[in-house]
């Protein structure tokens, strides 16, 4: 008997999609699930581009709230992205803390030259 991983619906006739989803839920959740993705490429092209300190982490912090939302799928077994949500997740908050100590260790670099003067680097 076939079962839909998303909505749990089953049955004999049920015919699945690829990735397992019952017809209702391939039409209404693959387009959410296709948005997100792409709403995550974008901001993975912001972190890697953004010049401003406040324009990366805001980005990476879009990421990660969006993977959280795949999130659910993944865990009914349903794959949305290469790499998995769950790993996106996980690099970006690890990218996020990268971001803000380099952002730190610029400010003190900053404060090391201002407060001692003709010292080079
Ligand atoms: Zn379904």
């Known amino acids: 008997m076939a079962t839909c991983k998303w909505c749990e619906r089953s049955g004999w006739l049920l015919s699945l999609s690829a990735n397992g989803m ?3 839920c391939e039409v209404t959740e693959v387009p ?3 948005r997100r993705v792409e709403a995550i490429q974008e901001s993975k092209s912001v ?3 953004a010049r401003t300190f406040q324009a990366r982490i805001e980005s990476c912090d879009d990421i990660i709230r969006t993977a959280e ?3 659910p799928y993944e865990l009914k ?3 949305v992205a290469e790499p998995s949500a ?3 997740k996980a690099a970006y908050e690890a990218e ?3 971001i803000v100590a380099e952002q730190l260790s610029a400010r003190s670099r ?3 030259v201002q407060g001692q003067p003709g010292e080079g680097p």
Do not use: F, P, Y
Request: aromatic share 0%; charged share 35%; glycine share 8%.
């Open 86 to 88: 769950a790993e996106l």
């Open 47 to 49: 972190v890697d581009s």
């Open 77 to 79: 077994g349903i794959s």
């Open 69 to 71: 939302e795949l999130i």
């Open 110 to 112: 900053e404060g090391r």
């Open 32 to 34: 959410l699930i296709v």
């Open 96 to 98: 996020r803390q990268k």
């Open 22 to 24: 019952c017809d209702t």
